[in-house]
Nanobody
């Protein structure tokens, strides 16, 4: 099992910045990758950014050049630095950890509780 605790959401004006953090605990060694997803009201959850432990990253086109994901492997924490925020970035942001249990080759996705990001225009 992996537990994820997020922090860093809040209210910010358009053009501003926020940094989200997500600390993982539990079966840390099973985690292959971590990432951030978001869900706006009335919309489906969508990928924002992901990173492997080795630093390979992937971003949604809508956030490229504005958001940066990073993993501190020593702290088992993933960060999302969000700059030049827009009103359309308003959503609940969820931390995700992808774990692979090698004893069974079972892949499991874990989710945080979500943190609200609101960007006022």
């Amino acid at each position: 099992q992996v537990q994820l605790v997020e922090s860093g959401g809040g209210l910010v004006q358009a053009g501003g910045s926020l940094r989200l953090s997500c600390a993982a605990s539990g079966s840390i060694s099973s985690i292959n990758a971590m990432g951030w997803y978001r869900q706006a009201p009335g919309k489906q959850r969508e990928l924002v950014a992901t990173s492997t432990r080795g630093g390979n990253t992937n971003y949604a086109d809508s956030v490229k050049g504005r958001f940066t994901i990073s993993i501190d492997n020593a702290k088992n924490t993933v960060y999302l630095q969000m700059n030049s925020l827009k009103s359309e970035d308003t959503a609940v942001y969820y931390c995700n950890a992808e774990a692979l249990y090698r004893s069974t080759w079972l892949k499991v996705n874990y989710w945080g509780q979500g943190t609200q990001v609101t960007v006022s225009s």
